[in-house]
């Protein structure tokens, strides 16, 4: 009798030391909270991109991790503000575009940062090396350093005998500056005169193109940014309108109706981006993550605008293209 009573005893006691650490064993951990600092929209492609490189590693957004998005819809005067919403809840990382990597740093000198393109990180002072970042940011480039040139030479074999060229540049976006000097030295090697035009809105695009248009420019390079991207359709009607011969960095134009594109897939960097959040939240320091450079650089023609500007495009040229867009 007494046995079955010290019996109970125990297994009372056992029972109200099991029960709170079952219950803390089931307690669900904390869900990893996700930040996203963009100058592009909620409904851009490239966020999509970003969010099946979750899904392919096997996060579900809402079930094992959150995502907070702060979209700067271009225009770039927002994204500091935006970065220091971001950092103050806090998040666990902070994915940034090209645009917004300067105000993620600024914002937070801890909070693991992960950009998606950046031209040139070590430039902007991003990170202390490609090879070892340091510091807290680390991520994708979105060029190497012959990509910038290499659309001034597309130019001249599609437009032969080009000897005026123009850039189109946003002088509020990170980079722009660094690939201006790098297209004026290889314009000076070629023999081509550049002209650059800055345009910081819609309507400052169409005064630039007619600009162009006054002073006899042959074609055009127009630089990657969130709010050109942002009017793609109708910036690729002006370059129609104006028979400007206009080459891009990103494919999204060449599919709204513009000429050529030259430069890394930036849906395929956005997809990798989800490979140093899955790393970060495992443990690993962006200190100790390289950063990549785009592993493949994409050409993409489009035969129609081509034809409508009276252009021929080289056999070459169409032999070494990703994609011809007839």
């Not at 940062?113 to 991003?126: K, N, R, W, Y």
């Not at 189109?168 to 990170?174: A, D, E, H, T």
């Not at 028979?243 to 060449?254: D, E, S």
């Amino acid at each position: 009798m007494k046995f079955r009573t010290v019996g109970v005893i125990v297994t009372f006691a056992l029972s109200l030391f099991w029960v709170p650490l079952a219950a803390q064993v089931q307690r669900p951990g904390k869900i990893p909270r996700i930040g996203v600092l963009t100058a592009l929209s909620a409904t851009d492609p490239l966020i999509e991109a970003f969010r099946q490189g979750l899904r392919d590693l096997g996060y579900v957004e809402g079930h094992n991790m959150r995502i907070e998005y702060r979209f700067a819809e271009g225009q770039y005067e927002r994204l500091p503000a935006l970065a220091a919403e971001l950092a103050q809840l806090p998040v666990d990382v902070l994915v940034t575009d090209g645009a917004g990597a300067l105000a993620a740093k600024h914002a937070t000198a801890t909070i693991p940062i992960v950009f998606t393109v950046f031209a040139d990180p070590v430039a902007e002072g991003l990170v202390a090396s490609l090879a070892q970042p340091g510091g807290n940011v680390t991520g994708l480039s979105s060029m190497s350093q012959d990509v910038v040139a290499k659309r001034l030479e597309l130019l001249r074999e599609v437009v032969p005998g080009l000897r005026r060229m123009a850039i189109l540049w946003n002088p509020g976006r990170p980079g722009h500056a660094i690939q201006i000097k790098e297209l004026q030295a290889a314009s000076a090697r070629v023999g081509v005169d550049l002209e650059v035009l800055e345009v910081r809105s819609p309507p400052e695009s169409d005064r630039a193109f007619l600009t162009m248009v006054e002073k006899g420019v042959g074609a055009a390079i127009m630089l990657d940014d969130a709010t050109f991207y942002k009017e793609r359709t109708r910036i690729a009607t002006l370059a129609a309108q104006s028979q400007m011969p206009t080459i891009y960095g990103h494919r999204g134009y060449v599919e709204a109706g513009g000429l050529l594109s030259y430069g890394p897939n930036l849906a395929a960097n956005f997809r990798r981006a989800a490979y140093y959040v899955d790393r970060i939240l495992k443990g690993a320091k962006p200190a100790d993550l390289p950063v990549e450079q785009p592993m493949k650089v994409e050409l993409v023609i489009n035969l129609k605008t081509a034809k409508e500007l009276g252009l021929t495009i080289p056999p070459s040229l169409l032999f070494q293209a990703d994609e011809v867009i007839k």
